[in-house]
């Protein structure tokens, strides 16, 4: 059954030249027919780089979001419509704005877990695979608003030690479940094996950890690790890939609740369904878009890889 929506799927994207692209976290049947599978980071270069007509994003409402912003003239087609990011929710551009009035001058540094009307109020974006290095970049006297992850603002004010890092105060609901022991009790089981973290787990969390990277950096760590066992602290999807990818190595979850709700929206079914019907398509109007391109370009070209 799923290989016949399998090939629908492939027949369909032919026709309408699209392009699959898939977020760590989504479902293991859903990354395996992704053209490109991988973090914040790369989704939003692969989506600044396609030249297909449509972009079918298998992830949440923010990412498609970036993607409609970077390419106007191509549709953009999210498998569930009701795929949103509870942190990107945190914070409206009308609290964004009063946040911004209390720091005249600052720069706002915004997270891509984040509305496009938000990255149109912001300067610069980052995602967790540069946050530090986009923000080690700007003088150290300056002072910088980090919107919306306590989290990752915390990590990046501790790696640059910089306390003039104004955090606001969202937050990822499944990462935040991630308490320090889960981690102490998975070491217990585990003896040895390295801890590779999330940095939108909490600081107390972070501090714990062997290696802290996104989404893609653990994947790259896990691989180039000899280790052969290891403790994965981030949204469960994460472990499918490890698996697949890393044969005969051991991947434990550090707690058996590290599901996003969100990106296990999309199915193969509705993959097919949106490309069958054109639609639900996710559009940014063009005066947000075009204040929203502005910081992540400027975070695209400030990043190396
Ligand atoms: P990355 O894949 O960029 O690490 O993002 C994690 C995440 O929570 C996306 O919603
Ligand atoms: Fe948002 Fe967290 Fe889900 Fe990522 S894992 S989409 S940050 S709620």
Partial sequence: ???????????????????????????????????????????????????????????????????????????????????????????????????????????????????????????????????????????????????????????????????????????????????PEHIVAARLAHPGAPVVIHPECRPDVVAMADHVGSTTGILNFCRDSSAREFIIATESGMLYRLEKENPGKAFHPASPILDCPNMKLATLEKVLWCLEDMAPVVTVPEEIAEKARRPIDRMLEMTEN
């Fill in 1 to 179: 059954m799923s290989q016949e929506i399998v090939d629908k799927i492939n027949k369909l994207k032919a026709e309408r030249n699209a392009v699959i692209l898939v977020h760590n976290y989504q479902r293991p049947e859903v990354q395996d027919i992704g053209d490109y599978v991988g973090d914040s980071l790369g989704l939003s270069r692969q989506a600044a780089a396609t030249d297909a007509d449509v972009i079918v994003f298998c992830g949440v409402h923010f990412m498609a979001e970036t993607a409609a912003s970077l390419c106007p003239g191509k549709t953009v087609l999210i498998p569930d419509e009701h795929a949103g990011c509870p942190m990107a929710n945190m914070v409206t551009p009308r609290e964004l704005q009063a946040f911004k009035d209390q720091y005249p001058g600052a720069i706002v540094v915004t997270y891509v877990n984040s509305t496009a009307a938000t990255k149109a109020l912001s300067d610069i974006c980052v995602t967790s695979a540069n946050a530090v290095e986009v923000v080690g970049k700007i003088p150290a006297d300056q002072t910088v608003l980090f919107v919306p992850d306590r989290n990752l603002g915390s990590y990046v004010a501790s790696q640059l030690k910089r306390d003039n890092i104004v955090l606001w105060q969202g937050y990822c609901p499944t990462h935040e479940r991630i308490m």
